[in-house]
Nanobody, 117 residues
Framework: QVQLVESGGGLVQPGGSLRLSCTAS????????MSWVRQAPGKGFEWVSH????????YYEDSVKGRFTISRDNARNTLYLQMNSLKAEDTALYYC??????????RGQGTQVTVSS
């Protein structure tokens, strides 16, 4: 069955960096667009970024442009999100998802990112 397992979250100070990873199994990873979405406390899901199958087309939500970088390694069935210059408002549970915003069918259990001094 489809499994998506996120890792790499944690507590970081404002201005710091984290790198999230998502390991996929149960499907042909290289055939699917992949996304990162997040859910802040008390708020709905927010699409953050997605990447095409080859990894050469990427899209970002406006608030993370220039700070976050999505990438993928199809040989390792792994999706990444490099997050730099983190802000308190980036605090959320981060999920990887198969597909793009509006057309995602699976997501993982999430990894918590907390930005606080």
């Amino acid at each position: 069955q489809v499994q998506l397992v996120e890792s790499g979250g944690g507590l970081v100070q404002p201005g710091g960096s984290l790198r999230l990873s998502c390991t996929a199994s149960g499907f042909t990873f290289s055939n699917y667009y992949m996304s990162w979405v997040r859910q802040a406390p008390g708020k709905g899901f927010e699409w953050v970024s997605h990447i095409n199958t080859h990894g050469n087309l990427v899209y970002y939500e406006d608030s993370v442009k220039g700070r976050f970088t999505i990438s993928r390694d199809n040989a390792r069935n792994t999706l990444y999100l490099q997050m730099n210059s983190l802000k308190a408002e980036d605090t959320a549970l981060y999920y990887c998802a198969r597909g793009t915003s509006g057309s995602s069918d699976y997501r993982g259990q999430g990894t918590q990112v907390t930005v606080s001094s």
